[in-house]
């Protein structure tokens, strides 16, 4: 069992930035992070795998940055330009296993408690 750890939301103001962390209680090959918004399914964002290959969304493609330091089993996500359409609860998720596109929800087998990101026009 694998707990994650997330903190780093706000609010902020439209072309500010901010930095999502999601600290591990164990090693995992992939972490990612994913945001919902009321009545929408959830989103992927980003992913990133135990050697550093990095698949990202569209939709941040050049704003968000994910990384991971695999000496503290943690994730980040560096989000500038941020728009107002990037308001979501962002949440973490990790997944130990090797096979699998990892851009899906019901591929992750861990997930953070959630935090909010707001911002504002």
């Known amino acids: 069992q694998v707990q994650l750890v997330e903190s780093g939301g706000g609010l902020v103001q439209a072309g500010d930035s901010l930095r999502l962390s999601c600290a591990a209680s164990?090693?995992?090959?992939?972490m990612a992070w994913f945001r919902q918004v009321p009545g929408k399914e959830r989103e992927f964002v980003a992913f990133?795998?135990?050697?550093?290959?990095?698949v990202d969304a569209n939709s941040v493609k050049g704003r968000f940055t994910i990384s991971r330091d695999n000496a503290k089993n943690t994730v980040y996500l560096a989000m500038n330009s941020l728009k107002p359409e990037d308001t979501a609860v962002y949440y973490c998720?990790?997944?130990?296993?090797?096979?699998?596109?990892?851009?899906?929800?019901?591929?992750?087998?861990?997930w953070g408690q959630g935090t909010q990101v707001t911002v504002s026009s």
């Open positions: 990133i795998n135990w050697n550093g290959m990095i």
């Open positions: 164990g090693r995992t090959f992939f």
């Open positions: 998720a990790a997944d130990r296993k090797l096979v699998g596109a990892h851009m899906y929800s019901s591929e992750y087998d861990y």
